[in-house]
């Protein structure tokens, strides 16, 4: 198992806390998110792990000797950066992660049980966050439907009301080369100019929508996305509350 950090934006709606540096050096609880992410795939036995870089990419020299490079990052968006892992994703299984979020190793050990193709890990108690971080948990939440066997159904849309929303994704996904596989398939009917706006997300939703089977895992364990300052704050009052504990 080998895992890779997707780290190539910059983060603009981070404003100036990203002037200098890259999204996942921000710094959460006393530690740049990127070595979150690096300590929970550790501490999960993964000890292969690339950083695919964009935007200020020497400073994450320090963090890896396994890099892809994403030079066109200034003009495309996530799934662009994925690609840019495609020798490692061709002939390993892989667990993804965004650079912008924080979780425990024990999200990345449940992904690595799932047997299937493609899996993802969601958090079904969404709302209670989405409700901290926002004041119409709907107006950034996008839907999320089961098919009832543990399956995707349905992500990435505008949401109507909560009931379209039985989780949200966290950002981890793995993939086995057979998976990758199918993406790649998927891809090849694209054009460049598509593929460079799509989104993972949208990348999901469009395998479901081909019938490409996507497991999602609960995971209920502390997590987070860091899209703004305010979450950090957000983050920090829910620690100082007991709210979001770690061990």
Same mark, same amino acid.
């Given at each position: 198992?080998?895992? !890779?950090?997707?780290?190539?934006?910059? &983060?603009?709606?981070?404003?100036?806390?990203?002037?200098?540096?890259?999204?996942? #050096?921000?710094?959460?609880?006393?530690?740049? #998110?990127?070595?979150?992410?690096?300590?929970?795939?550790?501490?999960?036995?993964?000890?292969?792990?690339?950083?695919?870089?964009?935007?200020?990419?020497?400073?994450?020299?320090?963090?890896?000797?396994?890099?892809?490079?994403?030079?066109?990052?200034?003009? $495309?968006?996530?799934?662009?950066?994925?690609?840019?892992?495609?020798?490692?994703?061709?002939?390993?299984?892989? =667990?993804?992660? %965004?650079?912008? =979020?924080? %979780?425990? @190793?024990? @999200?990345?050990?449940?992904?690595?049980?799932? /047997?299937?193709?493609?899996?993802? $890990?969601?958090?079904?108690?969404?709302? @209670?966050?989405? /409700?901290?971080?926002?004041?119409?948990?709907?107006?950034?939440?996008?839907?999320?439907?089961?098919? &009832? *066997?543990?399956?995707?159904?349905?992500?990435?849309?505008?949401?109507?009301?909560?009931?379209?929303?039985?989780?949200?994704?966290?950002?981890? !996904?793995?993939? $086995?080369?057979?998976?990758? /596989?199918?993406?790649?398939?998927?891809?090849?009917? #694209?054009?460049?100019?598509?593929?460079?706006?799509?989104?993972?997300?949208?990348?999901?939703?469009? #395998? !479901? &929508?081909? &019938?490409? @089977?996507?497991?999602?895992?609960?995971? $209920?364990?502390?997590?987070?996305?860091?899209?703004?300052?305010?979450?950090?704050?957000?983050?920090?009052?829910? =620690?100082?509350?007991?709210? *979001?504990?770690?061990?």
């Amino acid at each position: 198992m080998k895992a !890779i950090i997707l780290a190539a934006g910059r &983060g603009q709606r981070m404003g100036h806390v990203t002037q200098d540096k890259p999204k996942c #050096l921000t710094v959460f609880k006393g530690r740049p #998110l990127i070595e979150w992410q690096l300590g929970a795939l550790q501490e999960s036995g993964i000890e292969d792990i690339a950083i695919v870089r964009g935007y200020r990419s020497q400073q994450l020299a320090m963090y890896g000797s396994n890099f892809f490079e994403n030079r066109r990052w200034p003009r $495309t968006n996530m799934v662009c950066s994925l690609m840019c892992a495609a020798d490692w994703l061709e002939r390993f299984t892989c =667990i993804v992660t %965004y650079s912008d =979020i924080f %979780y425990n @190793a024990s @999200a990345v050990k449940v992904l690595e049980k799932c /047997s299937e193709e493609i899996s993802i $890990t969601y958090d079904p108690h969404w709302l @209670a966050l989405w /409700s901290r971080r926002f004041e119409d948990p709907l107006c950034d939440a996008e839907s999320f439907v089961l098919d &009832g *066997l543990g399956y995707l159904k349905a992500i990435g849309q505008p949401a109507k009301s909560v009931e379209d929303i039985e989780g949200q994704y966290m950002g981890l !996904i793995k993939f $086995t080369p057979a998976g990758w /596989s199918k993406v790649v398939d998927f891809l090849h009917v #694209l054009s460049q100019r598509e593929i460079d706006r799509l989104d993972m997300t949208a990348l999901l939703s469009f #395998l !479901i &929508g081909n &019938g490409i @089977a996507i497991s999602a895992v609960p995971v $209920t364990e502390p997590w987070g996305e860091v899209d703004s300052e305010s979450d950090l704050r957000i983050y920090e009052d829910m =620690i100082a509350n007991g709210d *979001l504990v770690f061990p």
